[in-house]
C-alpha cells in the first residue's frame, strides 16, 4: 500500500472544481483548433472520413480529462490508449495525429496522475508519457516524407518536455498538499498534548483535594476516637478516597491510552436537542424549547452551548432526587443565543452523591464560556438554574 499516496488523495478532492475547469478550458480552445488544423492540413480537404475519425478521438480524450476528476487512473488509461491510436495515424503532409492541438488535453491526465496517486502511479504515469512521446516520435521518423533530423529532435524534446512538466507540477501538488496534512496532523498533536497536561494539572489539583480532604477527616476521627460520631467520619474518610480513586482510574485511563477511542467530531448547538432526548427517563421529566431562528455560531460557541446543557442536565440528574422536572430553553437573539437549564430541586439532593454540585464541571463550562466571548450564571433558590449567552458569529 502507497501510504502518501493515501494520505495525499483526500486531499486532492480540494482540486476537483479545477481539474473540470481546467479541461473545460483544453476543451474551449483545442478542439476548435485541431479542426481548424484538420481542414487546412495538406492532402485533408478531400478526405472527410479521416477528419471525422480524428474529430471523434480528440473529443473522446477531452471527455477523458474531465473523466479524471473522479477517476484517475482510468482517464489515465482511456487517455493513453487514445493517444497510441493518434501516434499511428499520419495525416498526409502534416505529422502524426499525435501532435494535434487537442493532445493537450493528455498533459491534464498526466498532471492528475501525479497529484493524486501514490508513488507508483505518479511515476509509472511519467513512464508511460515518456514512452509515448518517444514512440511518436519514432513514427514521425519512419515517415517516408519525415521532417529533418532536426526537427525530429525539436519535436521529440518538446513532447518530453510537456510530459515532465505536467508531472513536475502534479508531485509539486501533491507534495505542498502532504506538508499541508502533516502540519494539520502537527497542530492536532501540540492541541492534544495542550489538552494532557491541562488534565494533567486537573487531576493534581483533584487529588490533592481529596488528600486534604481526608486528612482533615482523619484527624477529625481520631479526636473523636471511641465516641458514638467516630463511625461516621471514618465512613467519610473511606468515601472521599473511593471517590478520588475512581476519578482518578478514569483519568489516568485517559492519559495513559489516548487513542483507545477514536476522535469523533465535535458537537455543537445542533446536539442539544438529541442530548436532551438521551437524558429522559420515566423519573425525570425534561421539557425543550426553542425560540427564535436559528442561525450560525462559532464552533467554539457551539461546543460551549453543547457542555454547558450537558453539564447541567448531568448535574440534575446526579444530585438531585427524583422525581426531576428540568426546562431546557434555547433562545435565538439578533446577536446572541441564550441557553437556559432549570431544574425544579426534585425531591431535594440526593444523599449519595452529596450536597455541592460544584467541581471542576462547573469550572469547565465557565472556561468554555468566557474562551467563546459569552458569559455564565449560575443560582439557585428552589432549583438550580444555569444560564449561557453566547455571541452569534457577525457573519451570520
Known amino acids: 500500500m502507497d501510504t502518501m499516496g493515501e494520505v495525499a488523495k483526500p486531499d486532492a478532492r480540494i482540486d476537483g472544481n479545477g481539474v473540470l475547469v481546467s479541461a473545460a478550458v483544453m476543451t474551449v480552445i483545442a478542439l476548435p483548433l485541431t479542426v481548424v488544423t484538420l481542414l487546412q492540413?495538406?492532402?485533408i480537404p478531400v478526405d472527410g472520413g479521416l477528419v471525422a475519425w480524428l474529430s471523434v478521438l480528440s473529443v473522446l480524450l477531452h471527455a477523458a480529462g474531465f473523466l479524471s476528476r473522479w477517476t484517475p487512473v482510468v482517464a489515465f488509461v482511456a487517455g493513453s490508449a487514445l493517444m497510441l491510436v493518434f501516434a499511428f495515424t499520419t495525416i498526409p503532409g502534416y505529422s502524426s495525429a499525435a501532435m494535434l492541438p487537442s493532445c493537450v488535453a493528455y498533459l491534464l491526465l498526466v498532471w492528475k496522475m501525479a497529484s493524486d496517486g501514490g508513488t507508483r502511479?505518479?511515476?509509472?504515469?511519467?513512464?508511460?508519457?515518456?514512452?509515448?512521446?518517444?514512440l511518436i516520435t519514432t513514427v514521425d521518423a519512419l515517415r517516408q516524407d519525415g521532417p529533418e533530423p532536426l526537427m525530429l529532435l525539436v519535436e521529440?524534446?518538446?513532447?518530453?518536455?510537456?510530459?515532465v512538466a505536467a508531472w513536475a507540477l502534479g508531485a509539486l501538488s501533491r507534495l505542498r498538499r502532504l506538508a499541508a496534512a502533516e502540519r494539520a496532523e502537527e497542530r492536532i498533536r501540540l492541541a492534544l498534548a495542550e489538552e494532557r497536561n491541562r488534565i494533567g494539572r486537573d487531576l493534581?489539583?483533584?487529588v490533592a483535594h481529596s488528600l486534604s480532604v481526608m486528612i482533615a477527616q482523619a484527624e477529625a476521627a481520631r479526636l473523636t476516637a471511641g465516641t458514638p460520631g467516630s463511625d461516621g467520619e471514618l465512613e467519610r474518610v473511606a468515601e472521599t478516597g473511593r471517590s478520588a480513586m475512581q476519578g482518578l482510574r478514569g483519568m489516568l485511563g485517559v492519559l495513559g491510552n489516548p487513542e483507545s477511542q477514536p476522535l469523533e467530531p465535535v458537537q455543537g448547538i445542533d446536539g442539544v436537542p438529541a442530548l436532551v432526548a438521551?437524558?429522559?427517563?420515566?423519573?425525570?421529566?425534561?421539557?425543550?424549547a426553542v425560540r427564535g431562528e436559528p442561525r450560525p455560531l462559532a464552533p467554539d460557541a457551539g461546543l460551549a452551548a453543547y457542555r454547558v446543557t450537558q453539564e447541567a442536565l448531568t448535574n440534575a440528574i446526579r444530585h438531585l432526587t427524583a422525581p426531576l422536572s428540568i426546562e431546557v430553553d434555547v433562545e435565538w437573539r439578533e446577536r446572541e443565543v441564550a441557553v437556559t437549564v432549570t431544574d425544579d430541586g426534585g425531591q431535594g439532593t440526593d444523599p449519595h452523591t452529596g450536597a455541592f454540585r460544584g467541581g471542576t464541571g462547573l469550572i469547565g463550562m465557565a472556561e468554555r464560556v468566557e474562551r467563546a466571548g459569552g458569559t455564565l450564571e449560575i443560582r439557585r433558590s428552589v432549583g438550580w438554574r444555569v444560564r449561557a449567552v453566547l455571541p452569534i458569529e457577525a457573519s451570520s
Open 278 to 288: 438521551r437524558a429522559r427517563s420515566a423519573e425525570h421529566t425534561i421539557a425543550f
Open 121 to 134: 502511479r505518479s511515476f509509472g504515469a511519467l513512464a508511460v508519457g515518456v514512452t509515448g512521446a518517444g
Open 156 to 163: 521529440g524534446g518538446a513532447l518530453v518536455a510537456g510530459i
Open 41 to 43: 492540413a495538406p492532402g
Open 204 to 206: 493534581h489539583d483533584i
